[in-house]
């Protein structure tokens, strides 16, 4: 029946933007003041359990592709250059994503050295406004770029299915979407939770649009051309870009001493993104 249906470009786009800014359902934890040190290190947690999920999601989704070329150049004669070039993107796109993001934190993290009052307060004025945040709210706003670029390949996904007529596919994938994308929202605010750091609006407002805007952005590119290329590159650059986070946010719960917190934690959070996976599969028949 859903297959049937037709949908304007201009709804397809609204259905775009809802998948992705339900994101900031699970943002608002980030208000929390001063959170108990248990609370605090379950919230790390829960946020290292779907993140890591979201990285077996990605890296299975981008792998496919280049699997599929190469059985087709064993079996089918296909181009070995097809599957050279589809591999070489996975590789190029997970190490910018994962060593990108170690260059960029150490950039960031420089601060301006103190020759006296004046020129301390001269050289703070001129930094960039991103060298004053602290180590938890730079990570929270990485895991925010790294979400962005899982939500842009989804956004790809809803787009590129209308594109292809499977209407009824493109519903699916919104709702699906927008399930997973409510529990992102924990992800992100989880290493300010942990340091009892409490996140201004005016950022939540800012990292709920980096990381739940692309899933619009991705809808109209994919409603536009199809192109499995830039599907997987984007795939790809968040594969390293999750997989950097995870490490870091490993190391802020290796800090908590909570380990039994920790665990259910990454219980839970693996839970929570697979059920919304199943709901997606379930749904899509």
């Keep these: 029946m859903l297959a049937a249906l037709e949908i304007s470009t201009g709804r397809l786009w609204l259905l775009g933007a809802i998948a992705g800014f339900t994101i900031f359902l699970g943002l608002p934890l980030g208000r929390l003041r001063r959170p108990i ?10 946020a290292i359990g779907i993140l890591v999920f979201l990285l077996f999601d990605v890296l299975s989704h981008a792998n496919r592709p280049v ?6 150049a064993v079996n ?11 591999a070489a993107v996975f590789a190029v796109g997970v190490g910018v994503g994962l ?19 004046g020129a301390a307060h001269v050289a703070e004025l001129s930094a960039p406004i991103v060298t004053e945040w602290s180590a938890a709210k730079r990570l929270a706003m990485m895991i925010a770029v790294g979400i962005g670029l899982h939500n842009f390949s989804e956004g790809l996904a809803i787009g590129q299915s209308a594109a292809r007529g499977e209407i009824g596919l493109a519903l699916v994938l ?15 605010v989880g290493p300010m939770a942990a340091e009892g750091e409490r996140a201004g609006w005016g950022f939540l407002i800012a990292a709920g649009i980096i990381g739940g805007g692309p899933t619009f952005l991705g809808t109209v590119v994919g409603r536009s051309f199809v192109n499995d290329t830039m599907f997987l590159a984007f795939l790809a650059l968040a594969a390293g870009s999750i997989l950097y986070v995870v490490i870091q946010l490993i190391k802020v719960a290796t800090r908590q001493n909570l380990a039994e ?7 839970g959070g693996l839970i929570l993104g697979f059920a919304t996976d199943y709901v997606l599969e379930a749904a899509g028949g």
Excluded: C, Q
């Design 76 to 86: 089918d004669g296909a181009s070995w250059w097809r599957f050279a070039g589809l």
């Design 67 to 72: 699997e599929d070329a190469l059985d087709a």
């Design 261 to 267: 917190v920790v665990m259910w934690g990454i219980l």
């Design 37 to 46: 040190p248990r609370l605090r290190a379950g919230l790390n947690a829960v």
């Design 99 to 117: 060593v990108g993001l170690v260059y960029y934190d150490r950039k960031t993290d420089r601060r301006p050295r103190r020759f006296g009052p």
């Design 174 to 188: 919104v709702i699906g979407f927008g399930l997973h994308n409510a529990t992102e929202g924990f992800g992100i």
